[in-house]
């Protein structure tokens, strides 16, 4: 009688190797887990399934149609929510000058009824003004590269 060890020993099998340790879980030299593999299907085999677009796997030759969900890939996902995001971004810069308006208003008003030492404009400062095109310009970059 020999043991798993013995017997993987006896067919040459390194310790360690994914062999071996398939040899150790079943007794046997076969793989655990055949992962399939894919390829995408030409247009004439995907019109012979009357599918658009699809895959077919390469062990079986079973075709797999695309469903519209599956063709979404990951950075058109990703490129969805930053344009979002931009989007949020690009109209909060948009109101900033609004904002300052207000400021400036209601520094208008306060001078207007005494008080001198009111809010100063944040808009009508250079650096903010920079600050706030510079946004806005990398807003409008980022949005040309992702469409």
Known sequence: FQTLDERA????????SPE?????LNGGVQRT???PTFRPATAQEAQQYGSPAGQ???ATGRFYPAESKDTTTEGERKAAGYLGRMEAAGQSIDQAPADG???????????WVGVTDG?????????VRRMLMSMK???EAMRGLLY
């Open 9 to 16: 020993r006896a067919a040459q099998l390194v310790p360690g």
């Open 20 to 24: 071996y340790s398939d040899f150790m």
């Open 33 to 35: 887990q055949a992962i």
């Open 56 to 58: 077919i796997d390469e």
């Open 101 to 111: 308006q207000r400021i400036n208003h209601v520094q208008d008003w306060l001078s």
């Open 119 to 127: 809010p100063v404009g944040i808009v009508e400062h250079p650096d």
């Open 137 to 139: 310009s990398r807003i």
